[in-house]
């Protein structure tokens, strides 16, 4: 079995690494893109120089707290689409009959589909995290935690992502739906979850995962409770499993078109 395991994670890394080596094919493209995407987040600095200048705190955020938040949740988006940037596009596969190439594929057919494509301007949002936590509240400690949360945030986006994507196996023109599920994620993940209340709060926490993703992070690196870091840790792993088993349940339900062709 853990040859089995091992196997499946070097193709996985493999087939990454040759996106990323077939996007790198147009050199001034790749690097452009890459340099648009971290100025263009580098610019919602500024917004918050200014509201911080008009009041000590925001929602309980320092904006040293709020740049950290940023930075997570731009690295943990950017890691997501730098590995599995396929799933955000899978009710398109569904709907349109495109996962036959990848039923015929001699691998796993979740991380077929999850790893055959990648998104440059996602390595933009990644380096971006990590240049805004150099930048405002560096230490060793938080190095490691914010690499980690990365990882955690990364998976859980993916998940919920893949979660949302596989109800196009049940359901007409859900994809309306999960696309603006998926896109709340990335819309709250920039504000501090202080300035929500009541019912808002708990779903952010309950039904859209960007309170495991980034805000409980976040508060942990703040101040480190181990606690919270096995309930991040063990949310990720149980919302993983619960996206693993809908989309394998749906797969069930897939009828294949007669668009075959074996995916390269």
Same mark, same amino acid.
């Given at each position: 079995m853990s040859?089995?395991?091992?196997?499946?994670?070097?193709?996985?890394?493999?087939?990454v690494k040759?996106?990323?080596?077939?996007?790198?094919?147009? $050199?001034?493209?790749?690097?452009?893109?890459?340099?648009?995407?971290?100025?263009?987040?580098?610019?919602?600095?500024?917004?918050?120089?200014?509201?911080?200048?008009?009041?000590?705190?925001?929602?309980?955020?320092?904006?040293?707290?709020?740049?950290?938040l940023w930075g997570l949740a731009a690295s943990a988006f950017g890691l997501s689409h730098i590995l599995f940037a396929r799933v955000f596009s899978l009710p398109e596969l569904i709907i349109n009959g495109k996962l036959d190439a990848?039923?015929?594929?001699? $691998?796993?057919?979740?991380?077929?589909?999850?790893? =055959?494509?990648?998104?440059?301007?996602?390595?933009?949002?990644?380096?971006?995290?990590?240049i805004i936590l150099c930048v405002f509240s560096f230490s060793i400690g938080k190095f490691f935690l914010f690499l980690l949360f990365s990882i955690t945030g990364a998976v859980i986006y993916t998940a919920f992502a893949l979660l949302m994507g596989s109800l196009s196996f049940w359901f007409v023109r859900s994809e309306l739906f999960g696309s603006h599920m998926v896109s709340s994620?990335?819309?709250?993940?920039t504000y501090p979850d202080g300035i929500f209340k009541g019912m808002v709060k708990f779903l952010l926490y309950l039904v859209i995962p960007i309170?495991?993703?980034?805000y409980q992070p976040v508060h942990i690196m703040i101040s480190f409770d181990a606690g919270k870091l096995l309930v991040v840790l063990g949310y990720t792993f149980l919302l993983s499993a619960a996206a693993v088993f809908v989309?394998?349940?749906?797969?069930?339900?897939?009828? =294949?078109?007669s668009l075959m062709g074996a995916k390269v």
């Open positions: 040859m089995v395991v091992k196997n499946e994670l070097r193709v996985c890394l493999l087939s040759y996106n990323i080596m077939r996007e790198m094919l147009n $050199k001034v493209t790749f690097l452009t893109n890459i340099l648009f995407m971290a100025l263009n987040n580098a610019t919602f600095i500024v917004q918050w120089v200014i509201l911080f200048s008009l009041r000590e705190d925001i929602g309980g955020y320092a904006i040293q707290d709020v740049m950290l990848y039923l015929v594929l001699p $691998k796993n057919v979740l991380l077929s589909v999850l790893t =055959s494509a990648t998104s440059t301007s996602a390595i933009g949002d990644f380096l971006y995290g990590l994620m990335i819309s709250f993940g309170g495991m993703a980034i989309f394998y349940r749906g797969l069930r339900r897939y009828s =294949s078109s």
